[in-house]
């Protein structure tokens, strides 16, 4: 149990559940209640001619109370919504406790505590379905007061919308704010969508280490942790590409995955270092195939979650309504700048970098250097889907050289609202080219480059046995979630977001002291 000093209402809580207990009430009780019916379902099938009334059992957190005198309303908030409840001192006298209503319901009970409700629907003169209660069950007792919103004037005030707060407290943010639950269930249904068009196609859902000896399928810094048994470092996943690869090498036409990466990187508004990708390959396609495949799957979730391919972020409507609009990253470039990056060496994109206050490192290379050149310059300005294509050699290790120009892959990227939503490859499958490309990255690794790949030799190893041609495509969860909900935060899209630690009260008024203390 957290250790804090009670409050007062706290306190008063507590002694309201030691007196259910002496009363016989258990505040939590282990026996099954049996619900029969939700609060939106049951509004949505009242009749008002039903004879007899509809008989029915519901659970769930109150939320507010009205009493007056011998009658009350209660509004209480269950999985689906709220449904008022009418409670009658006459009614609601259980067993050979007479005095329900005044000794428990009206002194022990409170906003926030789980109560079981049996009775009858009906609507009130006032034209509200509600249910009479007959029998009232506490289910569980709530020691801390709700931050519940109130109104004045018809404007809210005291609701709990501080982002730090909200974050750390998901669960308070669930109860008292409506709207983020239906973040979250349009996520699940996003997901099912997903999975829904994945298998139309014949693909399987499969599942790969996340433990893994090398990290590999990306270009980040990983976590590292230790195995005690094995006695070997271990690295949490930066991408599951490489798996899946091999998956295909053993004969699977197509697989994907919803994994959990960890990358040891910033956080910010659209990164969190743990974060759900979806990857798919899909045998003897390329990465033509994969942009008709993925403008189809996202038309199909737009529609799926929010039964329009429009979809409000911010300032900008997005029209996920297929097909894309798609351009080569080097006429991207070339359209937003003027410099053509065809040919051009190291040191040119460099002075290029320097000349346009785009912030370099000395350990990038070509492919850096364009990815900086690209981010800086274009990424931001794509704000409808666009499929960027084609990049150069250096920045796609893990990618098939273009069939017309072998300085460039087969490669492609969608931007959405200003950020990477996608990126895909006809996959490189010749073993020999992609070990050279591998060492390549250990080349830049020696130059300083933190996220360069490590070469994966069992990897290597599976190729050799052959891989068909593949096409392969990874989509971030998190922010497709933001984009198809309207966030603009990624914070706002993950249930349990990486925060940094709590400070505890005591600790807070230490470093306030120390504030006015004088310094050395």
Known sequence: MANHELTEQEAGRRN??????????????AAEFPVSGHSV?????????????????????????????????????DSEGRIQIYVSRDDICPGED??????????????????????FVFRTRTGEISIHARKITVLAKSLRPLPIVKMKDGVAYDAFTDPELRYRRRYVDLIVNPEVRQIFLKRTKLINSMREFFNSHGCIEVETPVLQAIPG???????????????????????????????IVGGFEGVYEFSRDFRNEGMDRTHNPEFTCMEIYVSYKDYNWMMDFTERMLEKLALDVNGTTRVKVGDNEIDFKAPFRRITMTDAIKEKTGFDITGKSEEELREFCHANDIEVEPSMGKGKLIDEIF???????????????????EMSPLTKRHRDNPELTERFE????????????????????????????MRLADKGDDE??????????ALEYGMPPTSGMGIGIDRLTMLMTGQTAIQEVLLFPQMRPEKSRAKEEDEKSGENEPQD
Not at 226 to 237: K, V
Not at 375 to 393: R, V
């Open 414 to 441: 969608l931007m959405v609202n200003g950020k990477e939503l996608a990126n895909a490859y006809s996959e490189l499958n010749d073993p020999i080219d992609q070990y050279e490309r591998f060492v390549e990255q």
């Open 41 to 77: 379902e049951i509004k949505e099938n009242f009749r008002d001619d039903a004879e007899p009334p509809r008989e029915v059992s519901v659970a769930g957190r109150i939320m507010s109370r009205r009493i007056m005198g011998k009658a009350a309303f209660v509004e209480l908030q």
């Open 375 to 393: 981010g800086a310059k274009c990424e931001g300005t794509y704000i409808q889907p666009t499929f960027i294509t084609d990049y150069p050699i």
């Open 452 to 461: 360069a790949m490590i070469i994966d030799a069992d990897f290597i190893r």
């Open 98 to 119: 007479k005095d329900f209503y005044n000794t428990v319901f009206k002194k022990l009970l409170d906003i926030g505590d789980f109560i079981g409700v049996e009775g």
């Open 217 to 247: 399928g990306a270009s980040a810094r990983p976590f590292i942790t230790h195995h005690n048994a094995l006695d070997i470092p271990l690295y949490l996943r930066i991408a599951n590409e490489l798996y899946l690869k091999r998956l």
């Open 16 to 29: 309201s559940m030691q007196a259910l207990r002496e009363r016989g009430i258990e505040p939590y009780p």
